[in-house]
Protein backbone atom coordinates (compact mmCIF):
# COMPACT_ATOMS: atom_id res chain seq x y z
CA UNK A 1 0.00 0.00 0.00
CA UNK A 2 1.48 3.13 -0.92
CA UNK A 3 1.00 6.87 1.01
CA UNK A 4 -1.43 8.61 -1.60
CA UNK A 5 0.33 11.94 -0.21
CA UNK A 6 4.16 11.42 -0.73
CA UNK A 7 4.02 10.30 -4.07
CA UNK A 8 2.33 13.16 -6.34
CA UNK A 9 5.00 15.10 -4.22
CA UNK A 10 7.80 12.79 -5.40
CA UNK A 11 6.52 13.06 -9.10
CA UNK A 12 6.51 16.41 -9.06
CA UNK A 13 9.86 17.05 -8.06
CA UNK A 14 10.65 14.61 -10.80
CA UNK A 15 9.09 16.39 -14.04
CA UNK A 16 10.15 20.13 -12.63
CA UNK A 17 13.18 20.01 -14.68
CA UNK A 18 15.23 22.31 -12.53
CA UNK A 19 14.75 21.33 -9.46
CA UNK A 20 16.59 22.75 -6.94
CA UNK A 21 19.76 20.59 -5.31
CA UNK A 22 19.51 22.29 -2.14
CA UNK A 23 16.11 21.64 -1.36
CA UNK A 24 16.15 17.83 -2.93
CA UNK A 25 19.16 17.40 -0.36
CA UNK A 26 16.91 18.86 2.51
CA UNK A 27 13.98 16.61 1.60
CA UNK A 28 16.11 13.50 1.76
CA UNK A 29 17.38 14.71 5.46
CA UNK A 30 14.15 14.69 6.05
CA UNK A 31 12.72 11.57 4.64
CA UNK A 32 15.71 10.04 6.59
CA UNK A 33 15.09 11.04 9.71
CA UNK A 34 11.55 9.39 9.18
CA UNK A 35 12.38 6.48 7.90
CA UNK A 36 14.92 5.92 10.98
CA UNK A 37 11.79 6.88 13.13
CA UNK A 38 9.63 4.68 11.85
CA UNK A 39 12.19 2.21 12.18
CA UNK A 40 12.45 2.28 15.91
CA UNK A 41 8.49 2.48 16.22
CA UNK A 42 8.26 -0.37 14.50
CA UNK A 43 10.83 -2.32 16.61
CA UNK A 44 9.67 -0.94 19.77
CA UNK A 45 5.87 -2.33 19.04
CA UNK A 46 7.36 -5.67 18.37
CA UNK A 47 9.04 -5.81 21.38
CA UNK A 48 5.74 -4.92 23.48
CA UNK A 49 3.77 -6.91 20.85
CA UNK A 50 5.82 -9.97 22.70
CA UNK A 51 5.05 -8.79 25.97
CA UNK A 52 1.37 -8.36 24.86
CA UNK A 53 1.09 -11.88 23.88
CA UNK A 54 2.73 -13.20 27.03
CA UNK A 55 0.07 -11.99 28.58
CA UNK A 56 -2.79 -13.38 26.49
CA UNK A 57 -0.82 -16.90 27.47
CA UNK A 58 -0.70 -16.18 30.67
CA UNK A 59 -4.44 -15.77 31.37
CA UNK A 60 -4.75 -19.01 29.54
CA UNK A 61 -4.55 -21.60 32.20
CA UNK A 62 -7.07 -19.48 34.79
CA UNK A 63 -9.49 -19.12 32.09
CA UNK A 64 -9.64 -22.59 30.73
CA UNK A 65 -9.72 -23.94 34.39
CA UNK A 66 -12.53 -21.79 34.86
CA UNK A 67 -14.76 -22.32 32.01
CA UNK A 68 -14.14 -26.44 32.74
CA UNK A 69 -15.42 -25.95 36.35
CA UNK A 70 -18.34 -24.15 35.42
CA UNK A 71 -19.20 -26.71 32.52
CA UNK A 72 -19.01 -29.46 35.28
CA UNK A 73 -21.05 -27.68 37.41
CA UNK A 74 -23.60 -26.71 35.01
CA UNK A 75 -23.55 -30.21 33.18
CA UNK A 76 -24.45 -31.61 36.85
CA UNK A 77 -27.14 -29.26 36.99
CA UNK A 78 -29.58 -28.83 33.57
CA UNK A 79 -30.12 -25.35 33.09
CA UNK A 80 -32.44 -23.78 35.90
CA UNK A 81 -29.65 -21.55 36.48
CA UNK A 82 -31.44 -18.53 37.09
CA UNK A 83 -28.97 -16.06 37.38
CA UNK A 84 -28.94 -12.06 37.81
CA UNK A 85 -26.38 -11.50 34.70
CA UNK A 86 -28.61 -13.75 32.40
CA UNK A 87 -31.67 -11.64 32.65
CA UNK A 88 -33.10 -10.79 29.01
CA UNK A 89 -35.16 -7.52 29.67
CA UNK A 90 -36.55 -5.41 27.03
CA UNK A 91 -33.56 -3.68 25.51
CA UNK A 92 -33.91 0.12 26.86
CA UNK A 93 -30.60 1.37 28.12
CA UNK A 94 -27.39 0.36 26.20
CA UNK A 95 -23.81 0.80 27.69
CA UNK A 96 -21.10 0.21 25.04
CA UNK A 97 -17.75 -0.21 25.89
CA UNK A 98 -15.21 0.95 23.14
CA UNK A 99 -11.86 -0.30 23.81
CA UNK A 100 -9.29 1.59 22.07
CA UNK A 101 -5.39 2.21 22.50
CA UNK A 102 -4.12 5.64 24.33
CA UNK A 103 -2.00 6.15 21.36
CA UNK A 104 -1.96 6.33 17.32
CA UNK A 105 -0.47 5.62 14.40
CA UNK A 106 -1.41 2.23 14.13
CA UNK A 107 -3.28 2.01 11.21
CA UNK A 108 -7.02 1.75 11.14
CA UNK A 109 -6.82 0.37 14.53
CA UNK A 110 -8.93 2.75 16.79
CA UNK A 111 -11.06 3.80 13.59
CA UNK A 112 -12.18 0.39 12.81
CA UNK A 113 -13.92 0.59 16.48
CA UNK A 114 -15.47 4.28 16.25
CA UNK A 115 -16.50 3.11 12.65
CA UNK A 116 -18.27 -0.55 14.44
CA UNK A 117 -19.86 1.87 17.22
CA UNK A 118 -21.37 3.79 14.39
CA UNK A 119 -23.41 1.27 12.66
CA UNK A 120 -24.10 0.27 15.91
CA UNK A 121 -25.69 3.31 17.15
CA UNK A 122 -27.11 3.52 13.79
CA UNK A 123 -28.65 0.19 13.22
CA UNK A 124 -28.81 -1.96 15.93
CA UNK A 125 -29.93 0.14 18.98
CA UNK A 126 -31.43 3.07 16.53
CA UNK A 127 -34.16 3.13 18.60
CA UNK A 128 -32.43 3.42 22.07
CA UNK A 129 -29.92 6.14 20.39
CA UNK A 130 -32.29 8.80 19.09
CA UNK A 131 -33.85 8.86 22.64
CA UNK A 132 -30.46 9.09 24.13
CA UNK A 133 -30.21 5.84 25.74
CA UNK A 134 -26.97 4.62 24.74
CA UNK A 135 -23.95 5.40 26.55
CA UNK A 136 -20.54 4.89 25.90
CA UNK A 137 -17.55 3.26 28.45
CA UNK A 138 -14.30 4.67 26.05
CA UNK A 139 -11.37 2.46 27.46
CA UNK A 140 -7.96 3.59 25.87
CA UNK A 141 -7.09 7.76 25.32
CA UNK A 142 -8.55 7.52 21.35
CA UNK A 143 -12.13 6.70 22.40
CA UNK A 144 -12.24 9.55 24.81
CA UNK A 145 -10.86 11.61 22.91
CA UNK A 146 -13.37 10.79 19.92
CA UNK A 147 -16.61 11.02 21.97
CA UNK A 148 -16.08 13.81 24.11
CA UNK A 149 -17.15 15.75 20.85
CA UNK A 150 -20.24 13.51 20.77
CA UNK A 151 -23.41 14.19 22.11
CA UNK A 152 -23.28 10.72 23.60
CA UNK A 153 -23.09 10.67 27.59
CA UNK A 154 -19.89 8.95 28.61
CA UNK A 155 -18.00 7.56 31.61
CA UNK A 156 -14.50 8.27 31.39
CA UNK A 157 -13.58 6.90 34.94
CA UNK A 158 -11.65 4.15 33.26
CA UNK A 159 -10.44 5.62 29.96
CA UNK A 160 -7.26 5.28 31.57
CA UNK A 161 -6.51 1.46 32.26
CA UNK A 162 -4.34 1.20 29.45
CA UNK A 163 -1.03 2.89 30.82
CA UNK A 164 -1.15 0.17 33.68
CA UNK A 165 -3.00 -2.63 32.32
CA UNK A 166 -3.58 -5.70 34.98
CA UNK A 167 -6.16 -7.63 35.89
CA UNK A 168 -6.82 -5.46 38.90
CA UNK A 169 -7.95 -2.67 36.44
CA UNK A 170 -9.59 -4.39 34.44
CA UNK A 171 -11.75 -5.86 36.91
CA UNK A 172 -13.08 -2.44 38.42
CA UNK A 173 -14.38 -1.03 34.91
CA UNK A 174 -15.74 -4.55 34.51
CA UNK A 175 -17.58 -4.82 38.12
CA UNK A 176 -18.87 -0.81 37.10
CA UNK A 177 -20.72 -2.60 33.67
CA UNK A 178 -22.05 -5.87 36.48
CA UNK A 179 -23.41 -3.67 39.02
CA UNK A 180 -25.59 -1.77 36.39
CA UNK A 181 -26.65 -3.84 34.68
CA UNK A 182 -27.70 -5.97 37.78
CA UNK A 183 -29.45 -2.72 39.04
CA UNK A 184 -31.33 -2.08 35.81
CA UNK A 185 -29.39 1.01 34.78
CA UNK A 186 -28.50 -0.73 31.69
CA UNK A 187 -30.18 -4.01 30.04
CA UNK A 188 -27.20 -4.40 27.54
CA UNK A 189 -23.90 -4.37 27.72
CA UNK A 190 -21.49 -4.23 24.83
CA UNK A 191 -17.68 -4.41 24.01
CA UNK A 192 -16.55 -3.25 20.68
CA UNK A 193 -13.02 -4.04 20.50
CA UNK A 194 -9.78 -5.80 17.78
CA UNK A 195 -9.63 -9.15 18.25
CA UNK A 196 -5.62 -10.56 17.78
CA UNK A 197 -5.18 -13.36 15.05
CA UNK A 198 -2.24 -12.60 14.53
CA UNK A 199 0.74 -9.63 13.75
CA UNK A 200 -0.99 -8.93 10.99
CA UNK A 201 -4.83 -9.29 11.32
CA UNK A 202 -7.36 -7.58 13.53
CA UNK A 203 -11.00 -8.72 13.79
CA UNK A 204 -13.62 -6.13 14.97
CA UNK A 205 -15.19 -7.81 17.66
CA UNK A 206 -18.84 -6.25 19.21
CA UNK A 207 -19.45 -8.52 21.92
CA UNK A 208 -22.56 -8.67 24.22
CA UNK A 209 -21.18 -8.88 27.80
CA UNK A 210 -24.24 -9.17 29.55
CA UNK A 211 -26.78 -10.38 30.01
CA UNK A 212 -24.87 -13.36 29.58
CA UNK A 213 -25.58 -15.95 26.31
CA UNK A 214 -26.85 -19.23 27.65
CA UNK A 215 -23.93 -21.95 26.35
CA UNK A 216 -23.49 -23.18 23.29
CA UNK A 217 -22.13 -26.54 23.40
CA UNK A 218 -24.18 -28.55 25.33
CA UNK A 219 -23.67 -31.92 23.34
CA UNK A 220 -20.94 -32.84 25.66
CA UNK A 221 -22.87 -34.04 28.86
CA UNK A 222 -22.15 -37.14 29.71
CA UNK A 223 -18.40 -36.07 29.67
CA UNK A 224 -16.55 -36.77 33.32
CA UNK A 225 -19.29 -36.64 35.35
CA UNK A 226 -16.99 -36.92 38.87
CA UNK A 227 -19.05 -36.67 41.85
CA UNK A 228 -17.72 -33.90 43.17
CA UNK A 229 -18.37 -32.59 46.83
CA UNK A 230 -19.15 -29.08 46.48
CA UNK A 231 -18.80 -26.84 49.32
CA UNK A 232 -21.17 -25.00 49.93
CA UNK A 233 -23.25 -25.86 47.37
CA UNK A 234 -23.83 -26.22 43.42
CA UNK A 235 -25.69 -23.33 43.04
CA UNK A 236 -23.89 -20.73 45.28
CA UNK A 237 -20.59 -21.99 43.32
CA UNK A 238 -21.97 -21.73 40.04
CA UNK A 239 -23.35 -17.59 41.47
CA UNK A 240 -19.80 -17.02 42.78
CA UNK A 241 -18.04 -18.20 39.31
CA UNK A 242 -20.19 -16.48 36.80
CA UNK A 243 -19.19 -12.86 37.63
CA UNK A 244 -15.45 -13.85 37.70
CA UNK A 245 -15.60 -15.47 34.06
CA UNK A 246 -17.50 -12.17 33.18
CA UNK A 247 -14.48 -10.59 34.44
CA UNK A 248 -12.38 -13.13 32.53
CA UNK A 249 -14.32 -12.22 29.39
CA UNK A 250 -14.19 -8.65 29.52
CA UNK A 251 -10.36 -8.68 30.65
CA UNK A 252 -9.14 -10.90 27.71
CA UNK A 253 -11.16 -8.61 25.63
CA UNK A 254 -8.95 -6.05 26.82
CA UNK A 255 -5.64 -8.01 26.16
CA UNK A 256 -6.22 -9.02 23.21
CA UNK A 257 -6.79 -5.20 21.91
CA UNK A 258 -3.78 -4.25 23.86
CA UNK A 259 -1.71 -7.04 21.27
CA UNK A 260 -3.88 -6.23 18.94
CA UNK A 261 -2.51 -2.56 19.06
CA UNK A 262 1.29 -3.30 18.84
CA UNK A 263 0.43 -5.51 16.07
CA UNK A 264 -1.40 -2.72 13.70
CA UNK A 265 1.49 -0.53 14.45
CA UNK A 266 4.24 -3.08 13.81
CA UNK A 267 2.30 -3.20 10.47
CA UNK A 268 2.06 0.37 10.03
CA UNK A 269 5.19 1.46 10.68
CA UNK A 270 6.95 -1.66 8.56
CA UNK A 271 4.82 0.02 5.89
CA UNK A 272 6.14 3.55 6.33
CA UNK A 273 9.47 1.92 6.63
CA UNK A 274 9.21 0.32 3.28
CA UNK A 275 7.58 4.12 1.52
CA UNK A 276 9.98 5.92 3.06
CA UNK A 277 12.75 3.88 1.17
CA UNK A 278 11.04 3.56 -2.33
CA UNK A 279 10.59 7.97 -1.89
CA UNK A 280 14.18 8.08 -0.91
CA UNK A 281 15.33 5.71 -3.91
CA UNK A 282 13.46 8.18 -6.23
CA UNK A 283 14.85 11.62 -4.62
CA UNK A 284 18.34 9.95 -4.59
CA UNK A 285 17.55 9.91 -8.15
CA UNK A 286 15.76 13.59 -8.54
CA UNK A 287 19.40 14.80 -6.72
CA UNK A 288 21.46 12.81 -8.76
CA UNK A 289 20.16 13.82 -12.17
CA UNK A 290 19.68 17.41 -11.07
CA UNK A 291 23.51 17.30 -10.32
CA UNK A 292 24.46 16.34 -13.42
CA UNK A 293 21.92 18.83 -15.52
CA UNK A 294 24.31 21.53 -13.40
CA UNK A 295 27.38 20.18 -14.21
CA UNK A 296 26.84 19.61 -17.93
CA UNK A 297 25.43 23.56 -17.87
CA UNK A 298 28.57 24.59 -16.32
CA UNK A 299 30.55 22.94 -18.68
CA UNK A 300 28.60 24.33 -21.89
CA UNK A 301 29.23 27.50 -20.37
CA UNK A 302 33.11 26.94 -20.30
CA UNK A 303 33.22 25.20 -23.70
CA UNK A 304 31.24 28.55 -25.15
CA UNK A 305 33.38 31.04 -23.19
CA UNK A 306 36.46 29.19 -24.53
CA UNK A 307 35.01 29.17 -27.61
CA UNK A 308 34.11 33.08 -27.95
CA UNK A 309 37.92 33.80 -26.56
CA UNK A 310 39.52 32.11 -29.42
CA UNK A 311 37.07 33.13 -32.33
CA UNK A 312 37.59 36.68 -30.91
CA UNK A 313 41.26 36.64 -31.11
CA UNK B 1 0.04 -34.29 44.95
CA UNK B 2 -0.11 -31.63 42.40
CA UNK B 3 -0.94 -27.63 43.48
CA UNK B 4 -1.17 -25.01 41.25
CA UNK B 5 -2.20 -21.38 42.11
CA UNK B 6 -2.65 -18.86 39.12
CA UNK B 7 -4.30 -15.51 38.78
CA UNK B 8 -5.55 -14.50 35.50
CA UNK B 9 -1.38 -12.05 35.51
CA UNK B 10 0.53 -15.27 36.29
CA UNK B 11 0.92 -18.72 37.97
CA UNK B 12 2.10 -18.31 41.36
CA UNK B 13 2.76 -21.55 42.20
CA UNK B 14 2.76 -24.98 41.07
CA UNK B 15 4.61 -27.74 42.53
CA UNK B 16 4.65 -30.87 44.72
CA UNK B 17 2.92 -30.39 48.25
CA UNK B 18 2.37 -33.04 50.90
CA UNK B 19 -0.66 -30.76 52.38
CA UNK B 20 -2.75 -27.76 51.87
CA UNK B 21 -4.77 -25.53 53.61
CA UNK B 22 -7.93 -23.30 52.47
CA UNK B 23 -10.24 -20.85 53.59
CA UNK B 24 -13.42 -22.20 52.54
CA UNK B 25 -16.28 -19.64 52.69
CA UNK B 26 -17.64 -22.06 55.37
CA UNK B 27 -14.15 -22.41 57.24
CA UNK B 28 -10.76 -23.50 56.93
CA UNK B 29 -9.42 -26.91 55.47
CA UNK B 30 -7.09 -29.14 55.00
CA UNK B 31 -6.57 -31.52 51.83
CA UNK B 32 -3.74 -34.06 51.85
CA UNK B 33 -2.99 -36.58 49.91
CA UNK B 34 -5.64 -39.27 47.92
CA UNK B 35 -8.75 -36.19 48.36
CA UNK B 36 -11.95 -36.66 47.54
CA UNK B 37 -12.73 -34.84 44.28
CA UNK B 38 -13.93 -31.31 45.85
CA UNK B 39 -14.76 -27.99 44.28
CA UNK B 40 -15.35 -25.53 46.91
CA UNK B 41 -15.25 -21.36 47.01
CA UNK B 42 -12.73 -19.65 48.91
CA UNK B 43 -13.19 -16.74 51.18
CA UNK B 44 -10.26 -14.14 51.50
CA UNK B 45 -8.09 -15.30 53.95
CA UNK B 46 -4.60 -17.50 54.06
CA UNK B 47 -3.71 -20.12 51.45
CA UNK B 48 -0.94 -22.19 53.56
CA UNK B 49 0.68 -25.50 51.51
CA UNK B 50 4.03 -27.64 52.59
CA UNK B 51 6.22 -29.00 50.45
CA UNK B 52 8.99 -31.36 51.39
CA UNK B 53 11.47 -29.05 49.14
CA UNK B 54 10.14 -25.70 50.03
CA UNK B 55 8.58 -26.07 53.70
CA UNK B 56 5.91 -23.87 54.58
CA UNK B 57 4.43 -21.07 52.26
CA UNK B 58 1.39 -18.74 52.91
CA UNK B 59 -0.23 -16.62 50.88
CA UNK B 60 -3.42 -14.09 51.09
CA UNK B 61 -5.74 -14.68 48.38
CA UNK B 62 -8.69 -12.47 47.49
CA UNK B 63 -11.07 -14.81 47.32
CA UNK B 64 -11.28 -17.64 44.87
CA UNK B 65 -12.43 -21.72 44.22
CA UNK B 66 -10.32 -24.33 44.51
CA UNK B 67 -10.76 -27.59 42.92
CA UNK B 68 -9.38 -30.91 44.22
CA UNK B 69 -9.09 -33.79 41.19
CA UNK B 70 -7.25 -37.32 41.34
CA UNK B 71 -4.19 -35.51 43.42
CA UNK B 72 -4.29 -32.66 41.49
CA UNK B 73 -5.35 -29.04 43.19
CA UNK B 74 -6.10 -26.47 41.34
CA UNK B 75 -6.95 -22.21 42.98
CA UNK B 76 -8.03 -20.03 41.14
CA UNK B 77 -7.64 -16.57 42.43
CA UNK B 78 -8.24 -13.57 41.43
CA UNK B 79 -6.10 -11.84 43.44
CA UNK B 80 -2.74 -12.31 45.79
CA UNK B 81 -2.06 -9.84 48.08
CA UNK B 82 1.26 -8.98 48.68
Redesign the interface.
Known amino acids: MKHPVVKPDAHFLYCSTMANLKEVKSRIGSVTSTQQITKAMKMVAAAKLRRAQDAITQLRPYAEKLTEILQNLSSANKEGTDNVYGEQRPVNRVLIVAVTSDKGLAGAFNTNVMRRIRVLLENDFREQHQQGNVEILPIGKKALDYYKKGDVKLHTQFSGLFSNLSFDEARSAAEFAMENFVNGTFDKVIVVYNEFKNVATQIIRAEQLLPILPAENEEEESAATVDYIYEPSREEIVQELIPKSIKIQFYKALLDSNASEHGARMTAMDKATDNAGELLKELKLVYNRTRQAAITTEILEIVAGAEALSSSR | MYL ?1 I ?6 VFQGEVDSATFP ?3 GS ?1 QVLNNH ?6 LAQGKVTYVSKAEGTHTLQVDGG ?1 V ?1 V ?1 NNKI ?1 V ?1 A ?2 IIE
Open positions: EITPDKKGTKFAPLISTVELSLER
